[in-house]
């Protein structure tokens, strides 16, 4: 009797070898796709997508772009999962963890060869994985209490996430609007109240940060400009029923006359419900939805400002900064929450007309006016300023600061190599391998720039013997550079984000030795 019949037809099977092949093949093309996009001189990738639109992005974002690929291999998708969870949680390194999880990958893929169990090295990386955290934490630097010293470490670190994206040429510009935009938020991490808003047109060195909120949206004809110490009332709710519509209702009438009965019953409607939205009080009233000509009308005469159409996340963010609610009902006006502000008025961003609220509840509300050539270009510049905009946030409740340009890398292995050197048996050379995937960040930084990596690498190398040594890759010069010098900082919550999602992602792979695929669904034959 044959056993290979458990599995359906069609359905494959790999063991072992081929399995664990199959895995790291895939972790380290995704790893070779994303890599060339790291550091300051990476380069950027075109995606186009296959819907309908065929729309294009450019970015070198690595969350953006492993989420935006389709793919087959199961250990691939492991190294996209980390990508993406790097980006929710500390929103920079998205490409520094694919990369070096794909290192590991590359090197336990030489130990496998030479017979060494896939256990054995997983155990070696867990510990050189400590090692390299505890060689961090010894160096890291908490100016936390030195304001001034502190918010020089934010511009460093803001510059640093910046030199590697689109924003690099006006990294100081963004670099100030994005510190200036965390600082304000003291100290939460809530980055809902920074808004950013893209206007096509101008430079990106037009980009702006403005206190207070501003609503994409035009005022209404013959209605106040401008509104001091605004009550406003947030509401989702239609305003649109002051006429009979043709196609909503069947209405049976035996003549015109009736119908004018039931449309001016239903203009009597919209007034008692615009005469109940009025007796809260309020001089602004933002609408998710239509509002019509008639209540707009009344609401100008009693000179209220009335905005309809707010789009979602707007009037979302629009009652959060506001300190309001969204109300749906208005019968019992002591319930609802309006918002304040000191002021409202219309202002001219390029050739559009928007509303600006200023003087807003939450203090800590601002605006970032994203100015740009085109939408691929404000876009990047979006997913950028984010990036900077979570770290930034990150750091600010976590306040220990790294040098960055590769010199943390060097750190860490160099530590890493002293451990193996201590320890006996296999695991050694596990440790080992583990150091040689560090050095890698570097050395692709290096290579990413045109330079001789090989050289540099070695260089480093021999300065990082020196106690107390601050020296990384300086891409600029491209040569080896003094980090503390050129401010060159990362935050420590980044790279030990990438320390150990890397290593988790690299053992999980490490771990498989089997792979089993469905059978594929077939499609009936529908006659």
């Known amino acids: ?192 109240a920074i808004q950013i808003i893209k206007k096509p047109g101008g430079s990106l060195k037009d980009s702006f940060l403005d206190e207070g909120f501003i609503l994409d949206k035009k005022i209404g004809l013959g209605q106040p400009k401008h509104i001091e110490n605004a009550k406003i009332l947030v509401a989702n709710t239609a305003m649109d029923t002051d006429k009979v519509k043709i196609y909503g209702a069947r209405v049976r009438a035996d003549s015109m006359s009736k119908v004018a009965q039931i449309e001016a019953a239903e203009k009597e409607k919209m007034r008692e419900k615009v005469q109940k939205i009025i007796g809260h009080g309020i001089n602004c009233f933002v609408n998710r939805q239509l509002i019509y000509n008639f209540p707009e009308e009344l609401f100008a005469d009693a000179g209220i400002l009335a905005i309809e159409h707010a789009d979602f996340d707007g009037i979302e963010r629009l009652a959060l900064v506001t300190g309001g609610e969204i109300a749906s009902t208005f019968d019992n006006p002591e319930s609802v929450k309006l918002g304040h502000c000191d002021l409202i008025e219309e202002i001219m961003i390029g050739e559009d007309k928007l509303i600006h609220f200023s003087g807003v509840a939450m203090g800590q509300a601002c605006t970032i006016v994203l100015r740009g050539a085109s939408h691929h270009v404000l876009d990047e510049a979006e997913r950028s300023l984010h990036d900077a905009l979570c770290v930034l946030s990150q750091t600010v409740n976590d306040s220990r600061v790294l040098l960055g340009g590769g010199w943390p890398e060097m750190v860490m292995a160099k530590e890493v190599d002293e451990l193996a050197r201590k320890t006996p048996g296999k695991k050694s050379l596990a440790i080992e391998a583990f150091s040689r995937a560090l050095l890698a960040i570097p050395t692709i930084i290096a290579d990413n720039a045109g330079l001789d990596s090989a050289e540099l690498i070695s260089q480093l190398r021999a300065e990082h013997q020196k106690d107390g040594c601050t020296a990384g890759i300086d891409v600029i010069s491209g040569s080896v550079g003094d980090m503390a010098e050129r401010g060159i900082s990362e935050s420590f919550k980044v790279k030990q984000a990438v320390l150990l999602s890397s290593t988790e992602a690299a053992e999980m792979i490490l771990r498989v030795d089997e792979i089993i695929t469905c059978a594929p669904r077939r499609r009936e034959d529908r006659m």
């Open 1 to 192: 009797m044959a056993i290979d019949k458990i599995l359906k037809d069609e359905a494959s099977e790999e063991k072992g070898e081929r399995a664990r092949m199959a895995s790291f093949v895939g972790g380290m093309a995704i790893a070779d796709l994303v890599k060339t996009t790291l550091g300051p001189k990476g380069m950027d990738k075109i995606l186009q997508s296959t819907g309908r639109g065929h729309e294009v992005t450019v970015t070198n974002d690595g969350a953006t772009i492993l989420k935006s690929l389709h793919i087959d291999n199961p250990a691939a998708k492991v190294l996209v999962d980390i990508s993406k969870v790097q980006d929710d949680e500390v929103g920079d390194g998205t490409t520094s963890v694919v990369v070096l999880a794909g290192e590991l990958l590359r090197e336990a893929e030489k130990l496998v060869a030479v017979k060494i169990h896939p256990m054995t090295i997983i155990s070696g990386f867990r510990m050189a994985a400590e090692c390299a955290r505890n060689a961090l934490l010894q160096k890291v630097v908490d100016n936390k209490a030195d304001t001034e010293k502190f918010r020089s470490d934010l511009m460093n670190i803001a510059m640093t996430t910046l030199s590697s994206k689109i924003l690099s040429q006006d990294k100081e510009h963004f670099a100030k609007l994005a510190v200036d935009a965390v600082m304000r938020l003291k100290g939460s991490t809530n980055l809902e």
